[in-house]
């Protein structure tokens, strides 16, 4: 059995630096891995771990076969920790951070290394940070904490001066579009749309067109369309939409304001990611005011901020308020 980790091709250079600094024992304690949602950051730091508790790597890659490899492949290796949320969006707690604690208090199992993947590290709350503080600059010997970071301005400066932070490479569309054409059987066209839509992600891009997401989406925007048009009212829509992926909704709704803001600074259609829905963007764009929206642009950031943040609003008058002003817009 060949144990094949995940690395995107856009990475392997990073893969490769790491995996030297590891065969040659120059491996900080801790590495804040950064970059964009979507990009394979997660996964890549996942893969490094495996290559970190196999016992014979070969040529940069995790052997397969030995006892470390097989413990992982089974999904419960001793001596590797993934800390995150215990729901999707919601802070790492100081509880969370105690049990790793004792973990790196208690030796190897497997007589190698220990390893912790924590993502998205941004999420810790401040005690869960500062329960760390003293573990990030002695963890213990043969002992790697991988920080993962979407947003590392939000992580407290005392965390991040004490990591080695490794940026974690985007794309390029020529990069992207191959490796998506192949994951998902599709052609180049469409590889290319599903990256406008998710800003050059490779892997979000994926999920996109996996989860069936791509026709909820669709769903959405045919809703703004005719929420526009007067062909439906923002209560019947929020009502049909808030009980989905909220954030998800707000992010959409962010990207097409941005849109809109491009097309009305210099109407280049090549600049926009939402390009399948340009007929309403630039419908848009020629009623609106810049006022307007950058007005709407602002309130969507504080609701995406509070909203993971869990404040617990109000989903449904969120949702209703955001699409008033939304066709307010051109009102
Ligand atoms: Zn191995």
Redesign the pocket.
């Known amino acids: 059995m060949s ?1 094949q980790p995940l690395v995107v091709p856009w990475a392997d250079a990073l893969w490769n630096k790491l995996a030297r600094q590891h065969a040659e024992s120059r491996l900080p304690h801790a590495i804040l891995l950064t970059g964009h949602t979507g990009t394979g950051k997660i996964e890549f730091a996942q893969a490094f771990a ?1 290559l970190l ?6 040529n940069h890659q ?9 413990l ?1 492949s089974s999904g419960n290796h001793p001596d590797l920790v993934h800390l995150h949320p215990a729901e999707a969006g919601k802070a790492i707690k100081v509880d969370q951070v105690r049990e790793l604690l004792q973990f790196l208090h208690n030796t190897a199992q497997q007589g190698g290394y220990r390893v912790v993947v924590m993502e998205p590290a941004e999420n810790m709350n401040i005690n869960a940070a500062n329960a760390l503080l003293k573990s990030l600059e002695e963890p213990g010997n043969n002992t790697l904490l991988l920080l993962v970071s979407h947003q590392p301005g939000q992580l407290m400066p005392t965390i991040r001066s004490r990591c080695q932070q490794v940026g974690f490479p985007m794309p390029k569309p020529e990069e992207a579009i191959p490796w998506l054409t192949q994951q998902l059987d599709i052609d180049a066209e469409r590889a290319e749309q599903l990256l406008r839509i998710t800003q050059g992600a490779p892997l979000k891009a994926r999920l996109l067109y996996q989860n069936d997401r791509i026709s909820f989406r669709a769903g959405f925007m045919t809703g703004l369309v005719d929420l526009l048009k007067a062909r439906t009212t923002a209560v019947t829509l929020a009502e049909k939409f808030y009980k989905e992926d909220l954030l998800q909704l707000l992010e959409w709704m962010h990207s097409l304001l941005v849109d809109i803001a491009r097309l009305q600074a210099d109407g280049d259609m090549q600049k926009i990611s939402n390009t399948d829905m340009f007929k309403m963007l630039n419908a848009v764009a020629k009623k609106t005011t810049v006022v307007k929206l950058y007005a709407l642009i602002d309130k969507l950031q504080a609701e995406r901020i509070s909203l993971m943040e869990r404040h617990n609003p109000n989903r449904q008058l969120l949702l209703e308020t955001l699409l008033l002003e939304w066709v307010g817009l051109v009102r």
Do not use: D, M, N, T
């Not at 995790?62 to 097989?70: I, N």
């Open positions: 144990y495996h508790l196999c016992h014979q790597p070969h995790p052997c397969g076969v030995c006892r470390g490899c097989e992982l």
